[in-house]
């Protein structure tokens, strides 16, 4: 099965998680691609803005298309109490969507996100399969099962 896994990450934790999530799905044909926005970082108070007011910020990502792929696994960090706006961004851009099975991971300080990347997948026509939730970047096992299950029920779809 071909998986893109797309995360945005600014100090790391969301970078870890994606890696061990590769890692994890290395018995696939796994392909990561980190998103990053154009202009660099523009302080927090900027970045805060834009999450609670849910702008776009210009991003770049080595694969914006998922023709040929069976799964997307897309994550972000948690700013505001929404995902980061680079993610939105990313999730705009992204080509043939459409019928495609999606699982979303949110990075956080604090729990209580599990579920605020699902809308914005679903806008784009992804059906989601899980979504999962990781607390300061502990790689909480419960989690990455509830990953391999989801991977396992697209499978025999
Ligand atoms: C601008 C900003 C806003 C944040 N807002 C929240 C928040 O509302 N709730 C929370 O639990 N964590 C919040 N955090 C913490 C991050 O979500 C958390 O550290 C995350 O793991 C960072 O991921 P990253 O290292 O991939 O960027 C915020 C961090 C930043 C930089």
Redesign the pocket.
Known sequence: MKILIAYY???????KIAQAVERLLSDQQVSIARVRPVKDYRG?FT??LS?LFRRKSAVEAAVTDLEGFDLLVIGA?????RPAPPINSYLKELQNCAGKQAVTFV????GGYRDSLREKSEEKGLQVLETLAFEK?ILEEAELTRLKEAVERCQQK
């Open positions: 990450s600014y100090t790391g934790n969301t970078e927090p970045e805060v999450a960090p948690i700013w505001c109490g990075s956080s300080r604090v970047a």
